[in-house]
T-cell receptor, first 110, second 112 residues
Framework: GQQLNQSPQSMFIQEGEDVSMNCTSSSIFNTWLWYKQDPGEGPVLLIALYKAGELTSNGRLTAQFGITRKDSFLNISASIPSDVGIYFCAGSNTGNQFYFGTGTSLTVIP | ETGVTQTPRHLVMGMTNKKSLKCEQHLGHNAMYWYKQSAKKPLELMFVYNFKEQTENNSVPSRFSPECPNSSHLFLHLHTLQPEDSALYLC???????????FGPGTRLTVL
């Protein structure tokens, strides 16, 4: 099936730094989603994007739906220790079937 | 609060056992999903239900049997599983099958 390339695979950053990660696909998507998953828990929806070029914020998080519709970006500003976790992107072009990235593992050093 | 609950949270079973996973969504959604999450792999979609009708079965072995009695409840019946079936099983729901999916906390399954 469709695979998304998510990068970087892992990040180690200092508390207070900004974080950027992205997701690319070989296919055009109509929807991009970003999730965060803590160990032993299910993914929690952070931001949903439904329109090419859309830029949406949720607190310190900002995500963008790429103009080509084949990529999406997530930025976290002024990171804090509770931002630690795995961040997943997901994309869909048909509904029902969402394809997921392999995740970006974020470690924040106090 | 997630709005999607799953029980049990942890399950250990032998290869000859029969068990069931339960999912309930409190969001008023009409589509529900089962996913399998294994280490170092992307989430794998297993089953999709829209308005209680199964619309997707992604080549899942018959030892996994889903059941959706209504749009709020979803079950995954397990029998004669293999050790490689050990994983985190996640349930999700969405509205109309096209909007964002909301996940439950998952059931950590270990098959001995």
């Amino acid at each position: 099936g469709q695979q998304l390339n998510q990068s970087p695979q892992s990040m180690f950053i200092q508390e207070g730094e900004d974080v950027s990660m992205n997701c690319t696909s070989s296919s055009i998507f109509n929807t991009w989603l970003w999730y965060k998953q803590d160990p032993g828990e299910g993914p929690v929806l952070l931001i949903a994007l439904y329109k090419a070029g859309e830029l949406t914020s949720n607190g310190r998080l900002t995500a963008q739906f790429g103009i080509t519709r084949k990529d999406s970006f997530l930025n976290i500003s002024a990171s804090i220790p509770s931002d630690v976790g795995i961040y997943f992107c997901a994309g869909s072009n048909t509904g029902n079937q969402f394809y997921f990235g392999t995740g970006t593992s974020l470690t924040v050093i106090p | 609060e997630t709005g999607v609950t799953q029980t049990p949270r942890h399950l250990v079973m032998g290869m000859t056992n029969k068990k069931s996973l339960k999912c309930e969504q409190h969001l008023g959604h009409n589509a529900m999903y089962w996913y399998k999450q294994s280490a170092k792999k992307p989430l794998e979609l297993m089953f999709v239900y829209n308005f209680k009708e199964q619309t997707e079965n992604n080549s899942v072995p018959s030892r996994f049997s889903p059941e959706c009695p209504n749009s709020s409840h979803l079950f995954l019946h397990l029998h004669t599983l293999q050790p490689e079936d050990s994983a985190l099983y996640l349930c999700a729901s969405s509205q109309d099958g096209v909007l964002a999916q909301y996940f439950g906390p998952g059931t950590r399954l270990t098959v001995l």
